[in-house]
């Protein structure tokens, strides 16, 4: 069974740090294009940052600088650094698997940026 677990969100003040976790499971990780998304609420869903399986990555323009993706083959799991972190980061964090036409989500982790 495919299975992606998210963890490490929850309240973070403004200029703090979270470093979520997607653990994979059914999958490897290093064969396939890892991805977060997010979700605030009354917006659509975008994508925050991935790596491919050759270990490029890319980041939207409002989180380079300050959040950096990662894996760790070892142990099948792909992280997300967020540090510098905004009021306007406040989402559900989404961790997503793509190879070839199979596409995976995790259940989501909320980040709640808050004073």
């Known amino acids: 069974q495919v299975q992606l677990v998210e963890s490490g969100g929850g309240l973070v003040q403004p200029g703090g740090s979270l470093r979520l976790s997607c653990a994979a499971s059914g999958i490897i990780v290093r064969l396939n294009t890892m991805g977060w998304y997010r979700q605030a609420p009354g917006k659509e869903r975008e994508l925050v940052a991935a790596?491919?399986?050759?270990?490029?990555?890319n980041y939207v323009d409002s989180v380079k600088g300050r959040f950096t993706i990662s894996r760790d083959n070892a142990k099948n799991t792909v992280y997300l650094q967020m540090n510098s972190l905004k009021a306007e980061d406040t989402a559900v964090y989404y961790c997503?698997?793509?190879?070839?036409?199979?596409?995976?989500w995790g259940q989501g982790t909320l980040v709640t940026v808050s004073s």
């Open positions: 790596i491919t399986d050759g270990g490029i990555t």
């Open positions: 997503n698997a793509r190879r070839m036409s199979r596409i995976v």
